[in-house]
């Protein structure tokens, strides 16, 4: 089975040798892309919900901007997608009821929109689950079928906890609605949005003014008409005393030896790197041990035989004694994605202790990551050049800081944790 | 898992934590089936990873070569899988509408009274991530308590603030959890799978 030339899956390890009597921790860079959408391909049917937020809070230009974007969004769909706008504050409203993307339904949806004006409070939850509901109510099982929240608030009526909230979105991504949420200015909460899409299988997209609103929705819509491969899962072999973790934040979940990490849906082209950190037991000096790397999704199209045929990737390790391990050579491209990632997760942790008052404990944060990162950087300029970022960002975040610096920063470290560009679109691979 | 899974002799060893020699010795005991033509080039598959797991377990829980080989012809490959774990968790039985409508309080209630959400939140469901692998009775029987597994898609029964935990101990150090209360066929399933079990243990035992 050949891997069609435009498809790319490899796997890197950061070193080959470990140690036989440490708890060696080694790391290992995959990189996915998805193949290309040919023209001829009849992309699969969307099923979306868009739910709008119309608290107080969103009156004046977010609430006009955004419902500008849902116009434009609609304006792109098929006759047999389908589309439905809930508007909630205290209170939710089905604006638009789930219908087939039809000329007279986009035109008479522009009608219903016009009646949409901000006012009350939020009650997130429930609009969020009757946007999912109009999409449940024509799952379209070839399909992509999507709830998109937008809001500027906190969740402050109704069902309110993150966690719950999240439980939701995971149950509900089991069977079949997935959930993207943008944020709009300083108020809304970035964890539970970050939450919902993470455990939606969707995507979370920080607007700091109206007027990007527009570009957010384009986008997340634009991808959601481009995806290629459903519920791309990285599937990790290996025996059961070898611990295998993403430090990208994927869900994961263990099954006998086999360790699955979701990567959610790949939109054409779009290009995803995992990292995996690998936990050895002792072993002794000579013997060697393996993982297996495979990708698979629901539409078949990494498997054998799929547009995207993509064999399994095989890794090998090998125990050595401590002098080979000492000068065994790194590869630097894993230790530079690893830096990035582990400095990306340091900002996010930063962002929350900055916001708590916690600035020591931000700045300690950083500093131990750029100390951990020194231990490997040798004369990398790339990693130097981090390790000189994080240094800089700690007198910022030694300080009190602004929400939109915090949101900001925040969106910029989930970005580069799931492969995604600074506006959070996806990357196509180069 | 893709089908095609193969894997060389060394690398089927190296996943199961055995040496390659322990692998021909199973193969020639007839504990693992056999892949046509033996040689450097043989390839193995999940099933026979499945079933060295779930030797490795059964040695660990000192059975004799013979009695886990009986043991072992009883069992499909399936059967293997669900031992060690290695299945596909099930898919959720019922659909995202119906999932919505179970969640009762604020969004059951939504239509008519939409303030009644605000005194009345819903139930917190399990999430997929805590979601446990469904296995048979053998396997929960030798998993820990705190991996006892219960299937939270059934639609015949959804948690809810009334239910409970009900804890049946077969034999000493195996008990089976059950979530309270149940519909009366799967109460009469219950009793069945007791006894059974019960009968299953106690043959088992030394």
């Not at chain 1, 921790?25 to 739910?51: D, K, S, Y």
């Not at chain 1, 959601?224 to 611990?243: S, W």
């Not at chain 1, 500093?367 to 040798?378: P, Q, S, V």
Request: charged share 30%; proline share 6%.
């Amino acid at each position: 089975m050949t891997a069609r030339t435009d498809t790319t899956f490899s796997v890197h390890p950061d070193r080959r040798l470990i140690r036989p009597t440490a708890h060696s921790q080694r790391f290992v860079l995959a990189r996915i892309a998805a193949p290309r959408a040919t023209t001829e391909r009849v992309r699969p049917p969307v099923n979306l919900a868009i739910v709008l937020d119309r608290s107080g809070s969103m009156s004046g230009e977010k609430i006009r901007v955004a419902k500008v974007a849902v116009e434009e969004a609609i304006a792109r769909l098929r006759p047999d997608d389908r589309f439905s706008v809930v508007a909630y504050d205290d209170v939710v409203d089905v604006v638009i009821e789930s219908t087939p993307a039809s000329a007279e339904a986009r035109r008479g949806a522009v009608e219903r929109l016009r009646t949409v004006d901000a006012r009350g409070s939020t009650n997130l939850g429930e609009g969020w689950l009757r946007g999912c509901e109009q999409v449940a109510r024509h799952l379209v099982e070839r399909g992509v079928n999507r709830c998109l929240l937008l809001t500027d608030g906190l969740a402050n009526v109704g069902m309110t906890d993150p966690d719950q909230l999240a439980g939701h979105a995971a149950e509900l991504r089991a069977r079949g609605v997935s959930t993207s949420t943008f944020g709009v200015g300083n108020d809304f909460d970035e964890r539970l949005l970050q939450a919902l899409a993470d455990a939606g299988g969707g995507h979370f997209y920080y607007i700091a003014d109206a007027p990007q609103i527009r570009d957010a929705i384009t986008s997340e819509v634009g991808e959601t008409l481009e995806i290629v491969a459903r519920d791309v899962d990285l599937e990790i072999t290996a025996r059961d005393d070898i611990r295998i973790e993403p430090i990208s934040p994927y869900p994961i979940q263990a099954r006998g030896n086999r360790t699955i990490v979701s990567l959610g849906d790949l939109g054409s082209e779009q290009a995803v790197e995992v990292v995996l950190r690998i936990s050895f037991p002792y072993g002794e000096i000579g013997r060697e041990t393996g993982a297996i790397v495979a990708l698979t999704d629901r539409d078949g199209v990494f498997g054998p035989g799929g547009s995207g045929g993509s064999e399994p990737c095989r890794l090998i390790w090998a125990y050595a004694d401590d002098r080979a391990n000492d000068d065994q050579p790194r590869d630097a491209d894993v230790d530079r994605a690893v830096g990035r990632l582990f400095a990306a997760r340091a900002r996010q942790e930063a962002v929350q202790r900055n916001r708590n008052g916690d600035y020591e404990g931000a700045r300690r944060i950083l500093d131990g990551t750029a100390r951990r990162i020194r231990g490997y950087a040798g004369q990398d300029r790339v990693l130097r050049e981090l390790i000189d970022e994080l240094r800089e960002e700690q007198v910022t975040y030694a300080a009190p800081m602004a929400e939109p610096s915090l949101k900001r920063a925040h969106f910029a470290s989930a970005n580069m944790l799931r492969s995604r560009d600074a506006a959070g679109r996806s990357v196509k691979r180069s | 898992m893709p089908d095609d899974e193969r894997y060389s002799l060394t690398e089927l060893a190296d996943l199961a934590g055995v040496t390659p020699r322990t692998v021909r010795y199973y193969l020639a005991q007839g504990l693992l089936p056999a892949v046509g033509q033996m040689g450097p080039g043989s390839k193995y598959d999940s099933g026979h990873l499945a079933r060295l797991r779930l030797i490795r377990r059964l040695q660990a829980e000192h059975l004799p070569l013979a009695e886990i080989r009986r043991r072992l012809e009883m069992l499909g490959d399936d059967e293997v899988r669900d031992l060690v774990g290695a299945t596909e968790p099930d898919p959720p039985t019922d659909t995202a509408l119906e999932y919505l409508r179970t969640l009762g309080g604020s969004f059951a209630a939504r239509a008519d009274t939409p303030q009644t959400s605000r005194s009345a939140p819903a139930p917190s469901l399990p999430s997929v991530a805590e979601r446990p692998v469904a296995a048979p009775m053998l396997m929960r029987a030798n998993m820990s308590l705190s991996e006892a597994p219960v299937d939270p898609g059934d639609a015949t029964v959804r948690p809810s603030d009334r239910s409970q935990w009900e804890r049946i101990v077969l034999v000493p150090d195996i008990e089976l959890h059950i979530r309270r209360p149940l519909a009366r066929a799967q109460n009469k399933q219950v009793d069945r799978l007791v006894t059974i079990a019960r009968e299953l243990l106690e043959e088992d035992r030394p």
